[in-house]
């Protein structure tokens, strides 16, 4: 048996808030809408990965999802545009990433992240 996908569930009433934080922020593609569910991705090869964690690392709290993008700088920006509070740096971790979290808006700590 292979594990082809895994798929993070967030449950909320309020599926369209999805599309301005995953869509506009960081790109996603809506790949499947019924109304009562919105699937946002890639249609480029991601890694299968799943952590589990005592805490975030350098103290932090363990976010609830973590996205790696390419332009850590850009979507920083993007954050900030949508008036979004960042709740941990920018900072360059000793393992060799920079990061920062902020909340989607159904209050998931969301580590975005770039290796450095």
Do not use: C
């Amino acid at each position: 048996m292979k594990v082809k996908r895994i798929v993070a569930n967030i449950s909320t009433q309020a599926v369209d808030d999805a599309q301005r934080f995953y869509q506009q922020i960081f790109g996603l593609e809506l790949l499947m809408d019924h109304g009562w569910i919105a699937t946002y991705g890639s249609s480029e090869k991601m890694h299968v990965q799943i952590s589990f964690a005592a805490q975030g690392g350098s103290g932090t709290p363990t976010p609830d999802l973590s996205i790696e993008v390419d332009d850590l700088d850009t979507a920083l920006e993007r954050v900030k545009a949508a008036a979004l509070p960042v709740e941990y740096g920018p900072v360059d971790e000793p393992w060799g990433l920079r990061r920062f979290y902020v909340r989607d808006p159904f209050g998931k700590l969301v580590n975005v992240l770039a290796h450095l």
